[in-house]
Structures are given as structure tokens and as C-alpha cells.
């Protein structure tokens, strides 16, 4: 009996930073472990040296050179380049997939050489956040109806997820969330991030306008009177970060911390802290949610477009009551005023349910039918499952 052979289709991976580059990474640790052999296929991006994961390169064909693109308040990328096509072409011959797993199947570039040349059965797995509906979407609803045409399965993380893109094209996706390392984000505070008789404010992510990094800069203008014991710490660099800083006022700058693009330190960095702040306009499901809740945090957000969507974990969440500065950091407020026990261990309970354990046994199932309905050897299903 030989291994199920599963290629993971992914322009958003390391050396950049974000959930969908986690989610592949641990996908393809979780399948591996079971037993599957993956290769994860993606671009090789122009982006600076930074801070990862030591087994970010493991089991990883570099197609070509992915430009990026500016759009929505945030990056994107796509690998174009005239020599993409070939080398994916060539990478589909030698592993002889069994079936591809494309994330942001609707993306330019890889996923769209995967559905064109790919013969074999294709999962597609969306992660896109919420987005408003628009009317250039609609003029491209045709390619999108041709994109879901070709998935034998598709996996959104989030109701809201799916329910975004079924504006534009029919299916019926399986609901399979972001899973979450427990183990890892369970850490102790580090000396480095604390100081005597004061509490940390976090915020954590690429400081780009779709996370509302400004948010929590104004709102801790705010707080920060309220609370003489509160600092804010920003994790996370981006293309806002000259603006953030000249947005702090001169005498809170001895309160508000820049950190830069952090990675290995996350988890300490959560355990030395108070509360996580989430100032996101708009979410798909928000994996940071979970990790803050397996580092015993609570987690103040706005009433972001898809939050009623965007899963179970939250329920947890303390909303703000509208969705401006003065109502994030009143919500900010009520949190440090009050004890917040039981809302963490709802949290850390809550997180154990997303452990990548019992998340990659859904996904792998999706995969097992999909093989077996397009007529793959039935030898390989019982070492993929053990």
C-alpha cells in the first residue's frame, strides 16, 4: 500500500507572514504525520529576511518569482513569471499527485495553472476574510464560476467566508476551521515584555489598513488616562508603520511600544500581556482569536463585517458597541475594569476544540472522498488514516 500524495497549492507562504502561511505549515506537519506525502507548491516572494519557522522550506517546490500586488488595504501576490507554467507543469509530473489542495483557489497565478493543468481531483480551501459585496467582483463572477466548476470539494474556515464568495459562484463548501497549535501557545511571560506594576495592551499583526492598526493607537489615547498602570505593545510591521508612530502623541510615546515583525517570541509575548487587541473592520475567521485564548487572553474586537459569521470561538469575544475609536476603547476599558477568570478559561476550553489534531481528521476525510470518487486505487486509504 503506498501513501495518499496530496500537492498543497499556496501563494501566501513564508518567507511572508500570516495565517494562511500557518495553516499550510501545520496542514502539511498534521498530513505528514498521518502518514500522507505532501509537497506544498508556491512562489518564491521578493520580500526581506525576516523572522519564521526553522521547517518553513521542508517539502517545498519554489515555482518562480511572485510579484505583489496592492489591493484592499493589503498585499497579495501571484506567481507569473513565463517559466511558472513549465515548472509547474514538470513539478506535477514527478510527485503524481493524487489530488491538489489549492488555498485562495480565486487568486491569479498558481491556483490558476493548478485548475488548468491538474487532471486529478481538486480541493480548494478558502480563507479570504469578509468583504462587502462590489460591483467589479461581479463583472469577474464568470472566472469564479469557472474556478468552482473544477473542485471536486471545496473547505471554507468560516460561514462567513463562504457566505462572501456564494455571491458570485454556486457551491456547497464543507465548514472546516483554522486549527491551532495548543502546545506552543501555551508559554510563560517573559522578562522582556514586562515591567514592574504595569499591564500590557496587545496588538498583533502586519500593521496594513485591513487590521485597523490605528484603531488601537487612537483608542489607547483613550484608555491610557483611565489606566495609568496600561501600556500598548505593537507587534508586526507593514507598510503603516511610519503613520502609527507619528500618530502617538508625544506624551504617551513612553507607553507605546513598536516591536517590529515578531515570530518565535509570540507566545511570550501573549502570556506577558493583559489583553489582545483586535481592531479588524472585517474578519473570515481570525485564527489569532484562538491563539490568544490558548494563551489566556481575552480579546477585545469591533463588530467587524462577517464576526457573526465567522465561527464559535466568538462567542468569547468582548465586542466593542459600535464600530468606532470611542466604543473600541470603552470595550477596552470594561475588560481592564472587570475580572476576567472565567472568560479565560472559556477561552483556553474553546481553543482545545480548534487543536490541529482533531482539525487535520476533517480535512484528511474531505480528501479520502474526493480520491475515492475519482477513482484512485483504494490501496493507499487505510496508511493515509492510520
Known amino acids: 500500500m503506498r501513501p495518499l500524495r496530496v500537492g498543497i497549492v499556496a501563494e501566501s507562504y513564508f518567507p511572508s507572514l500570516g495565517g494562511i502561511q500557518e495553516h499550510v505549515r501545520h496542514l502539511r506537519n498534521h498530513l505528514q504525520r498521518r502518514g500522507v506525502e505532501v509537497a506544498v507548491l508556491t512562489g518564491r516572494p521578493t520580500v526581506a529576511a525576516g523572522p519564521g519557522p526553522e521547517d518553513a522550506e521542508q517539502g517545498v517546490i519554489r515555482l518562480g ?27 506535477l509530473r514527478q510527485k503524481r499527485f493524487d489530488l491538489l489542495n489549492i488555498h485562495g483557489p480565486c487568486d491569479f497565478g498558481l491556483p490558476t495553472w493548478a485548475l488548468s493543468m491538474f487532471r486529478g481531483p481538486k480541493v480548494l480551501t478558502l480563507h479570504n476574510a469578509s468583504f462587502p459585496d462590489a460591483r467589479w467582483r461581479h463583472l469577474v463572477a464568470p472566472y469564479y464560476r469557472w474556478v468552482f466548476r473544477r473542485a471536486a470539494a471545496v473547505i471554507s474556515v468560516s460561514e462567513a467566508t463562504a457566505q ?72 508586526g510591521d507593514g507598510p503603516m508603520r511610519d503613520e502609527l508612530q507619528a500618530l502617538v502623541p508625544p506624551h504617551l510615546r513612553g507607553r507605546v511600544e513598536f516591536l517590529g515583525a515578531v515570530y518565535h517570541q509570540r507566545p511570550e509575548l501573549l502570556a506577558s500581556s493583559s489583553v489582545f487587541l483586535l481592531p479588524a473592520r472585517a474578519v473570515g475567521f481570525s485564527i489569532m482569536v484562538l491563539e490568544a485564548f490558548a494563551a ?9 463585517l462577517g464576526a457573526d459569521g465567522a465561527g464559535e470561538h466568538w462567542s468569547n469575544v468582548v465586542l466593542a458597541k459600535g464600530d468606532s475609536v470611542a466604543a473600541f476603547a470603552d470595550a477596552v476599558s470594561d475588560t481592564l475594569s472587570q475580572e476576567q477568570g472565567e472568560r479565560i478559561a472559556r477561552g483556553r476550553a474553546i481553543a482545545e476544540s480548534y487543536d490541529w489534531e482533531r482539525i487535520v481528521g ?8 474526493v480520491a475515492e470518487q475519482s477513482g484512485q486505487p483504494a490501496g493507499w486509504r487505510s496508511q493515509a488514516a492510520a
Not at 296 to 304: E, K, M, Q
Open 164 to 235: 462572501s464568495m456564494r455571491r458570485y459562484a454556486d457551491f456547497a463548501p464543507a465548514i472546516i476551521p483554522n486549527g491551532i497549535d495548543l502546545a506552543y501557545w501555551r508559554a510563560s511571560p517573559s522578562p522582556q515584555y514586562l515591567r514592574p506594576g504595569t499591564r500590557n495592551l496587545v496588538y498583533l499583526g502586519r500593521l496594513e489598513a485591513r487590521n485597523g492598526p490605528e484603531v488601537a493607537i487612537e483608542a489607547f489615547g483613550a484608555v491610557a488616562p483611565r489606566f495609568p498602570d496600561v501600556r500598548l505593545l505593537v507587534a
Open 362 to 369: 476533517r480535512i484528511l476525510e474531505v480528501y479520502q472522498r
Open 296 to 304: 489566556g487572553l481575552p480579546v477585545v474586537a469591533l463588530p467587524a
Open 65 to 91: 518569482h511572485a510579484r505583489t500586488f496592492r489591493t484592499g488595504g493589503s498585499f497579495t501576490q501571484a506567481t507569473i513569471g513565463p517559466l511558472a507554467p513549465y515548472r509547474f507543469y514538470r513539478a
